[in-house]
């Protein structure tokens, strides 16, 4: 076999995937089990070219993240109920108080809400996170350009208390990419929960990505949204860029390689672990 016959092969497994999906969105239904299929397929290819996960994009969606800041100031006074403790509610509250303690700032809900407020005002003032916003401010930018515009409120907010460098600002920030905001907003929710929170009206319809009004209490938020096109292009985008590539570097991953009968000099080592040594327990 060659490389070539390999990579066709293996790919061939997903033209059954690609056109129940464009049967679904021709007929414009079944809305989550075409998220389910589209993500989980992407997240195939991802696993299959990358041996430790997926590789994340550099730019952030400011208004989603500008949202988690929000909901974090809406619970303080709960959360924060005696100085110096603070109540956790779910896992990914975790991160949250980890930037908290690595701020410096004193753990009351003053102090809290003071640092939190001065995020906001900062992400409202640069980058358009409402809907009443003008359309001409940007909505996304860089992780390095957003973890600076942080890392000075917090320098700002604690004073003394701060060490100025706050690790945990570059792993929150990347929490809002728009590849992690589609792993865990679809893949995820279709995986782990009920499903994913569709633009019923424009799922079918839309053509690109764009960021709807969701009410939140008496605010309007914008929340990203993926349409049905976008998913389905990018997933025939992303099989195809990684053939090209396959074929051009004659090196296969393993989950490819592994099937073809091809020497070991057309195995990409990229595609699997390092070697570890194995630790043993003698009982």
């Not at 619970?75 to 991160?95: H, Q, V, Y």
């Not at 569709?198 to 319809?205: K, P, R």
């Amino acid at each position: 076999m060659q490389v070539r016959e390999a990579i066709d092969t293996f790919f061939g497994r997903y033209r059954n995937t690609i056109e129940l999906l464009e049967e679904f969105l021709s007929s414009k239904n079944n809305r989550q089990e075409f998220v389910l299929l589209s993500c989980a397929r992407l997240d195939s290819i991802a696993n299959l070219a990358f041996a430790e996960g997926p590789q994340r994009s550099r730019f952030s969606r400011v208004p989603d993240l500008y949202y988690y800041f929000q909901h974090y100031f809406w619970i303080a006074t709960a959360s924060i109920a005696n100085p110096g403790r603070m109540m956790l509610f779910r896992e990914r509250d975790k991160e949250f108080a980890q930037f908290i303690y690595d701020s410096g700032v004193p753990i009351t809900e003053l102090h809290v809400r003071h640092l939190l407020a001065s995020i906001l005002n900062s992400l409202k003032r640069r980058y358009r996170v409402s809907p009443h916003q003008s359309t001409r401010k940007k909505m996304c930018a860089s992780n390095s350009e957003i973890v600076e515009l942080i890392r000075g409120s917090v320098s700002r907010n604690a004073g003394g208390h701060s060490q100025f460098d706050v690790n945990s600002i570059g792993s929150l920030v990347s929490g809002y990419t728009i590849g992690t905001l589609l792993y865990r907003l679809y893949r995820s929710a279709e995986i782990h929960e009920w499903g994913a929170e569709l633009d019923e009206g424009e799922f079918f319809t839309a053509t690109n990505v764009y960021w709807k009004k969701a009410p939140v209490h008496s605010h309007r938020f914008l929340k990203i949204q993926f349409p049905a096109i976008v998913l389905l292009s990018l997933l025939k985008r992303s099989i195809e860029a990684y053939k090209r590539e396959l074929q051009e570097t004659h090196k296969l991953p393993f989950g490819i390689w592994t099937g073809s009968r091809l020497g070991e000099n057309f195995l990409d080592r990229r595609s699997i672990f390092p070697r570890t040594p194995a630790r043993l327990a003698i009982r």
